[in-house]
């Protein structure tokens, strides 16, 4: 016998858990949140719908819902293909976060961490908990600052740092500091607080370009770790100043929806053809505009020989009464 039971959908409520709260909701931008609850209610209430409908809901061009998608796909909220959009379970990720396997065995794994260190790391957490966490840091940070021990070998004074560096930047959320930790450890490779303090002086150029490049754009939220990714490698990697970015973001004058993703595709372009000045790639711009010049006129040179008209292409012959008269001799030679 089965067994149902009739309810109005009307007084249902969407789950939404706490880590979405804490840990995604400061560092999205206003739409992609309404995107998410949307799309977390239309998937417990089973509704069939694509990016299209979605638009139409929000009264918004089809562009900005794609824009938010990835972010949300970036952070690990959604997975879409062409054909079905899936959010994520996070009370899931949390768990496979916090007690995943480990992939190679670690020295403690059959000895405990030496005493100092061991006093050192829980030193270092009760600091943090005090310092960021009102005495409170949930337990899931503690699992994630030893990931940080193992993956990046920072000494614990770094790993304050780290925190002390993202609150200065008034982003504290997990996602936010994780990123930054693995930029530290994966790309700039920091252990020690002398390379940490190495890597911050000239961290300051960089948080000027990148305040700066955000007040040009008019952004009206923080830069993502993903968008500050992209004007890191601007800065440290193709040393570009704001002289030359902003060469490329003036051509958001006639973008429709401009993104830093755009900027990066063009300044990226310059890198590539060794581009390290204002003149080199005004000059090297001038030459494109010329060459897409003589291009697009040849290719209109083309096209009207293509549809020149061929009735009365031609001058028409003019005859007077000589002309006829010759005409009239050969005639009749022809008939005798």
Known sequence: ??????????????????SFISDYLPDLDPFAVKLYLYLVYACENA???????????FNC??????????????????????????????AQKEIERNYRPKAVSRPDDQFTLPEEEAAARNQLQKAISDK??????????????????????????????????CQNNHIMTKPYVSKVAESWG??????????LDTYLATYNEYKKLRDTVAKKL????????????IIEKWHYIYQYSFEIIELA???????????????????????????KTVDEIKEYQENKRKKYSIEKSNSQSGA?????????????????????????????????
Not at 1 to 18: H, L, V, W
């Open 186 to 195: 994966e790309r700039y490779h920091i252990r020690t607080l002398q390379q």
């Open 61 to 90: 061009d089809i562009s900005l819902v794609d824009a938010a998608m990835v972010t949300l796909k970036s952070l690990g909220l959604i997975t879409y293909t062409e054909d079905i959009i899936i959010v994520c379970d996070l």
């Open 132 to 165: 960021f966490f009102a005495g409170r840091m949930p337990v899931v940070w503690y699992n994630e600052i030893d990931s940080w021990f193992e993956k990046y070998a920072f000494t614990p004074e770094v790993v304050f740092s780290l925190f002390q560096h």
């Open 218 to 229: 008019k952004m009206q939220r923080p830069m993502n770790v993903y968008e500050e990714e």
């Open 47 to 57: 509704a069939d719908i694509d990016k299209q409908a979605v638009a139409n809901i």
């Open 304 to 336: 009207n020989i293509l549809n020149t008209p061929q009735k009365k292409n031609y001058d028409q012959r003019a005859y007077d009464d000589n002309d006829f008269d010759d005409f009239y001799k050969d005639s009749k030679k022809a008939e005798k």
């Open 249 to 275: 973001l003036k051509k958001s004058v006639t973008a429709s929806n401009p993104t830093l993703a755009m900027f990066d595709s063009i300044i990226t372009q310059w890198h590539k053809n060794g581009l």
């Open 1 to 18: 016998m089965k067994i149902s039971r009739i309810e109005n959908p009307i007084f249902k409520t969407t789950t939404i858990y706490n």
